[in-house]
């Protein structure tokens, strides 16, 4: 039984920094493609950064360089650090995983088991 738990969302303001957590469950974060994404309210989910199980990572353009998506082998668990957030990220956070089959680590496609979702609001 896989089981994605977020935590870490908050309110907080621009330009402040926080740090998101999933921890795992029945599935190893260093053998699986492992990914945040989002959905903002009236907006479709989209991806913001995924590491796979070589390490390779893909950022969304509107993250790069403020996010960074990493992951503790030992504890099982997958970050996303929120540095300098905007009020446009604001959005409910998911954590997913699962094995690559598309050549873009961003597509959806690539993830089978998805979390509950951690709220994080950006003023």
């Known amino acids: 039984h896989v089981q994605l738990v977020e935590s870490g969302g908050a309110s907080l303001q621009s330009g402040g920094s926080l740090r998101l957590s999933c921890e795992a469950s029945?599935?190893?974060?260093?053998?699986?493609?492992m990914g945040w994404f989002r959905r903002a309210p009236g907006k479709a989910r989209e991806a913001v950064a995924v590491i796979e199980r070589d390490g390779s990572i893909e950022y969304a353009a509107s993250v790069k360089g403020r996010f960074t998506i990493s992951k503790d082998n030992a504890k099982n668990t997958l970050y996303l650090q929120m540095n300098n957030p905007t009020p446009e990220d604001t959005a409910m956070y998911y954590c997913a995983t699962g094995i690559r089959v598309r050549a873009s680590l961003l597509h959806e496609a690539n993830f089978d088991y998805w979390g509950q979702g951690t709220q994080v609001t950006v003023s």
């Open positions: 029945g599935r190893s974060v260093n053998d699986n493609c």
